[in-house]
């Protein structure tokens, strides 16, 4: 099956700095990626996600990448503020009706 | 439109008790996904479902574990037996039949003591 490996496990950046996490994936498969953040005690919330057949997507401060060829897809958070401070997970998946395969997550903080 | 609801959201059982969690999708969502998450790890599958039916339950532990999605009404995640390594937190996501992407509910944390 997929295997979904995540980093790095926690990341501390100064407010207004990027912030960037990096996933692998194992199955080609794969062609749906999207990106939850879970702050502490709430449910996982979808913030952006992107499919096989584009390799980057953006929205506002937010920007996802894919590399299928290495099988790898980023999160990029720019001009960080203290309310992006959470847990975000990436996830993997072959497509609609099938299971996600989450990454273990990263926990950031955003220093104000 | 409401999103994904849960109940209860937090659910205390004594070892060798019943757990009993529900989940009703957003309007118009006929997917409900189950998923599990230890404390500070990621979500793990556990179970996919349509109406009536379990499409997918290789996440799912074989025995005390089961899950329905009937007709009409919620979704239900049933545990029996509970033992102090099913507390966690259960997520469930919904989808639309014709979407990738799931949403997810708020979640039911389950405690055995």
């Known amino acids: 099956g997929e295997n979904v490996e995540q980093h790095p496990s926690t990341l501390s950046v100064q407010e207004g700095d990027s912030a960037v996490i990096k996933c692998t994936y194992s199955d080609s498969a794969s062609n749906y990626f999207p990106w939850y953040k879970q702050e502490l005690g709430k449910r996982p919330q979808l913030i952006i996600d992107?499919?096989?057949?584009?390799g980057e997507k953006k929205d506002q401060r937010i920007a996802v990448t894919l590399n299928k060829t290495a099988k790898h897809f980023s999160l990029h958070i720019t001009e960080t503020q203290p309310e992006d401070s959470a847990v975000y997970f990436c996830a993997a998946s072959i497509g609609t009706g099938n299971q996600f395969y989450f990454g273990t997550g990263t926990s950031l903080t955003v220093i104000p | 439109n409401a999103g994904v609801m849960q109940n209860p959201r937090h659910l205390v059982r004594r070892r060798g008790q019943e757990a009993r969690l529900r989940c009703s999708p957003m309007k118009g969502h006929s997917h409900v996904y189950w998923y599990r998450q230890l404390p500070e790890e990621g979500l793990k599958f556990m179970v996919y479902?349509?109406?009536?039916?379990?499409?997918?339950e290789s996440g799912m532990p074989k025995e005390r574990f089961s899950a329905e999605f009937p007709k009409e009404g919620p979704s239900i995640l049933r545990i029996q037996q509970v033992v102090r390594g099913d507390s966690a937190a259960y997520f469930c996501?919904?989808?639309?039949?014709?979407?990738?992407?799931?949403?997810f509910g708020p979640g039911t944390r389950l405690t055995v003591t």
């Open positions: 992107i499919r096989s057949n584009v």
């Open positions: 996501a919904s989808s639309l039949s014709t979407s990738d992407e799931q949403y």
């Open positions: 479902l349509q109406k009536e039916n379990i499409i997918d």
